[in-house]
């Protein structure tokens, strides 16, 4: 079972950037394909993106040319580079751990307790 720690949230103003880290701890990284969720006030969490074992990602359309998911495997870490950063952003973000490349929450049994993005207009 791998557990999940999320770091680098923070208030930016709009046009910025972030990056956030997950580091997983406690199996073998590599094993899992790795995702970003996230969720704003009042709204369902929200598939951000993914990336499988070997690097290939996925994007939800709404960050899509901005944001950009990255691992190493060696370091047992996940990033996620966030440009272009818009108020709408704002958000608590996720990384989640699963067995499969999905867009969907209920593919993912292992998830952090997750990080605040703000960004400010």
């Known amino acids: 079972q791998v557990q999940l720690v999320e770091s680098g949230g923070g208030l930016v103003q709009a046009g910025g950037s972030l990056r956030l880290s997950c580091a997983a701890s406690g199996d073998t990284f590599i094993r899992y394909v790795m995702s970003w969720f996230r969720q704003a006030p009042g709204k369902e969490r929200e598939f951000v993106g993914h990336?499988?074992?070997?690097?290939?990602?996925y994007y939800g359309d709404s960050v899509k040319g901005r944001f950009t998911i990255s691992r190493d495997n060696a370091q047992n870490t996940v990033y996620l580079q966030m440009n272009s950063l818009k108020p709408e952003d704002t958000a608590v973000y996720y990384c989640a751990a699963g067995s499969r490349p999905s867009s969907s929450l209920d593919e993912f049994p292992y998830w952090g307790q997750g990080t605040q993005v703000t960004v400010s207009s």
């Open positions: 990336i499988s074992r070997t690097g290939n990602t």
